[in-house]
């Protein structure tokens, strides 16, 4: 099997994570800068198998595509012109950076580090592709 790889797409980072090849375990992989995020991403995709890539859709609480969707519009249609064949899913990421503050502070994580917002990133990145996992169980 191959890896799934999740991004949690942000206006100046992104944080990604990735499941084990086996598809069953979801960890966090690492936070880019978004201008080098389709970059790194490519390059990820060409050093792994990777089967397929979940990133976050966001939306206000009545249901509507928050402004973010717009350039995550943008960079999908990047990908998609770069490997027409990934597949790639959308996946509701509303409360994600809330489920990941709080998972960091019952992690035990110190206040210091949890004010990085690089790790909350990657944690929502996490969550989005734990989230995309149960789904498809």
Do not use: H
Not at 68 to 87: D, T, Y
Not at 115 to 135: C, F, G, H, N, W
């Amino acid at each position: 099997m191959a890896r799934i790889l999740a991004i949690d797409y942000g206006t100046k980072r992104v944080g990604l994570a990735v499941t084990d090849p086996m598809q069953m375990i979801a960890s966090g992989l690492t936070t880019v800068k978004s201008t080098e995020a389709f970059d790194f991403i490519k390059k990820y995709c060409e050093e792994e198998r990777v089967e397929s890539i979940v990133i976050g859709e966001p939306k206000t609480l009545d249901n509507k595509p928050a402004e973010l969707e717009l350039q995550i519009g943008q960079f999908v249609n990047r990908i998609k012109k770069w490997s027409p064949k990934m597949p790639v899913y959308r996946v509701d990421e509303r409360f994600t950076s809330s489920l990941a503050m709080q998972s960091l502070i019952d992690g035990g994580v110190k206040k210091k580090q949890r004010r990085k917002k690089e790790l909350l990133d990657e944690v929502s990145a996490t969550i989005i592709l734990q989230s995309y996992l149960e789904s498809i169980q």
